[in-house]
């Protein structure tokens, strides 16, 4: 799974759960398992992950992570009550949207810089 925005980008490795971030700064981000990675969206300074904490059972839950790209650094999490939809997640603004396997769709506001 791949994200791109201007001078950076963002990689999800599912095998080793690897989030890698490219840019001036470069960041290695595990996952812990069984969580996988199944939406990303990138902008100028922030990655938004979202997920699920079990691939066997994506009603189980999720999440959404928001990561500083210059640290990589959470800054921001957020359970979600069932995995997020493959690239099911948008960003515009002070918004963060993210499709659950539930049907839901949560609406986050956020103060992204």
């Known amino acids: ?62 999440f959404l992570r928001i990561i500083d790209i210059n640290t990589g650094e959470a800054v921001a999490e957020e359970r979600l009550p069932a995995e997020a939809v493959f690239d099911g997640i948008a960003v515009s603004r002070d918004r963060v949207l993210v499709t659950t396997q539930d049907g839901s769709l949560h609406v986050f506001t956020t103060q992204l810089p």
């Not at 490795?13 to 700064?25: D, H, K, T, V």
């Open 1 to 62: 799974m791949l994200a791109f925005a201007p001078a950076i980008s963002a990689a999800y490795q599912a095998e080793s759960r690897q989030i890698l971030i490219a840019g001036e700064e470069e960041h290695e981000i595990q996952l812990e398992a069984p969580a996988q990675v199944t939406a990303l969206a990138l902008t100028e300074n922030m990655l938004v992950v979202a997920g699920g904490t079990d691939r066997a059972d994506v009603m189980s839950g999720g």
